[in-house]
């Protein structure tokens, strides 16, 4: 029978017995000083992604945008994907075209960039960004919004989508208040 006396006993028998008094602990290791942070410190992130075919898959995106031309990937079964991919995230098929997406549409809803920039963008500081619906198919999309101060822009506001070149040959969307 195991019951708590039972448990006592066994425990009382596992116990050490009773030793002379423990050594005083060692002196606290000396703590190694902090390495000399540089004054200005190097950084990885990479905000825009390899574009050239050999680096990615979707390589037709960003050679269609250098076209002018704002793209995605479509499922024949499940309809348009965005962001582009390479198979469908409901069916998962590979067998995904490439289709051309309206170059305007309507801000849904927009913010500003205040503080806490993406590294590149410090100096631009502050900046709107915001949702587009695209006129004509299901889709809202983010992005950056030029041709406007934040303090002018309005819901409903007309946009376009424009390319706009990158550092090192590199291409991404960001859209571009209608006058």
């Known amino acids: 029978m195991s019951g708590p006396s ?12 009773p030793s002379e008094p423990a050594a005083p602990a060692p ?3 000396e703590v190694p000083a902090r390495p000399k942070v540089p004054e200005r410190r ?4 990479d905000l825009f992604p390899l574009e050239s075919a050999r680096d990615t898959r ?28 390479t198979a469908c995230p409901t069916c998962h098929t590979e067998e995904l075209e490439w289709v051309d997406l309206p170059d305007r549409g309507r801000l849904y ?31 809202r999309l983010y992005g950056r919004i030029e041709g406007a101060p934040w303090t002018a822009l309005r819901v409903g506001q007309e ?21």
């Not at 039972?6 to 017995?17: F, G, I, N």
């Not at 946009?159 to 070149?165: A, I, K, Q, T, Y």
Request: hydrophobic residues 40%.
């Open 6 to 17: 039972t448990r006592r006993r066994a425990a009382a028998t596992l116990a050490p017995p």
């Open 27 to 29: 002196p606290p290791a």
């Open 42 to 45: 190097p950084y990885v992130l």
């Open 58 to 85: 979707l390589s037709r995106f960003y050679d269609r945008l250098r076209e002018g031309r704002l793209s995605t990937t479509r499922c024949r079964k499940d309809g348009l994907v965005w962001p582009p991919r």
């Open 109 to 139: 809803a927009f913010s500003a960039v205040l503080a806490g920039a993406p590294v590149g963008m410090e100096h631009d500081v502050p900046f709107p960004v915001g949702l587009v619906d695209l006129d004509g198919v299901p889709l």
């Open 159 to 179: 946009v376009r989508v424009e390319p706009f070149d990158v550092d090192e040959g590199r291409v991404f969307y960001r859209f571009r208040v209608v006058d």
